[in-house]
């Protein structure tokens, strides 16, 4: 599906129809799951490189700023959570009076844009560069919500992590770790190809608009130095979980350890009197069996006192 909005003192809207009628006006074609068809008109409309269209057919392309004699093609990801975090691929053309935006599916920053006639009106009016510069920020800013969602888990589990380590806390770690993963896959090489666009001049970004991508840049920056922070933290995590694991599983040996001590010489005392001799010291006594087990209750009340004496448990 293309949609178009194009600046003519007002905001108007179109379709694929319309674009040549629109070339030499700034306007925004917006495409969700482009065709094979849809593609090759735009390659057509807009003298697209055969690779470009290409890319704009296929998803999973890697994140990249290329600079082409009529356009200036970008491919950044975007970021959706619902039960799960989602990267969202976002390519953008940026030529001298449009900006082609391609994505797989509906996109709710894109499409909250796109009904805000003022603010579309405006940005449009003052170039396309803007409306990029305005989608991106939108996009970039889109992680901080997602990271603060993790970083607010991460403390949970650093409160119970000493407390109560037990397997579902170790899943929930491992899922973080997971989610971290995914989003620091886009978000170091997105910070360096928003740096260029921040840094370098390009023939379809204006002197004017550039500070703005200095802006989104520095946002790059938080996000990127964010999701390195949390993946040292749940690393910590993790490390303090397997130390508290490790710590309850050196109790728990002690208790044991102790007990088994403890038992050894009651063993050989019943041992002893369980042997098939016909004459034991004691055996003939009335109350010899009581003797005995008085005598193990000893030794055992004994070798307790005297391990809680050392403070071994």
């Given amino acids: 599906m293309i949609d178009v909005y194009y ?7 179109g379709g694929i129809e319309v674009i040549d009628k629109f070339k030499g006006k700034n306007f ?4 969700t799951d482009i065709t094979e ?3 090759e008109q735009l390659g057509t409309a807009f003298e697209l490189h055969h690779l470009t269209i290409e890319d704009l ?3 999973g392309i890697r994140i990249k700023v290329e600079e082409f004699p009529n356009y200036l093609f970008c491919v950044f990801y975007g970021i ?5 975090i989602e990267l969202v691929e976002l390519d ?3 030529g001298g009076d449009y900006l082609i935006t391609n994505h797989k599916k509906e996109i709710k920053t894109f499409n909250d844009l796109k009904r805000n006639d003022e603010k579309l009106g405006n940005l449009l009016k003052r170039g396309c560069d803007f409306v990029l510069h ?10 901080f919500p997602v990271l603060e969602n993790i970083d607010d888990q991460i403390e949970d589990i650093e409160e119970e992590v000493t407390k109560n380590p037990n397997p579902e806390m170790l899943n929930e770690i491992l899922k973080i770790k997971r989610k971290i993963a995914l989003i620091k896959k886009s978000t170091l090489p997105q910070r360096e190809k928003i740096g260029f666009l921040a840094k370098n001049e390009y023939k379809f970004i204006s002197k004017k608009a550039t500070p703005y991508f200095r802006d989104v840049y520095d946002h790059a920056i938080r996000v990127s130095d964010s999701v390195d922070n949390y993946r040292e933290a749940i690393g910590s995590s993790f490390d303090a979980y397997m130390s508290a694991v490790s710590n309850r599983m050196n109790e728990v040996m002690k208790v044991l350890s102790i007990i088994a001590t403890i038992a050894l010489p009651l063993t050989v005392v019943s041992g002893i009197y369980g042997t098939n001799f016909e004459v034991l010291p004691g055996a003939s006594i009335k109350y010899g069996f009581w003797l005995m087990m ?3 209750g000893l030794i055992g009340g004994s070798m307790m006192y005297f391990f809680r004496k050392r403070g071994w448990f």
């Fill in 57 to 59: 057919r296929n998803q």
């Fill in 294 to 296: 008085l005598v193990m």
């Fill in 80 to 84: 959706e959570q619902d039960e799960s």
């Fill in 28 to 31: 925004w074609i917006d495409i």
């Fill in 37 to 39: 068809q849809e593609a």
């Fill in 7 to 13: 600046f003519d003192g007002t905001l108007q809207r």
């Fill in 92 to 94: 953008f053309l940026l």
């Fill in 134 to 143: 305005r989608l991106l920020d939108i996009e970039v800013d889109n992680y």
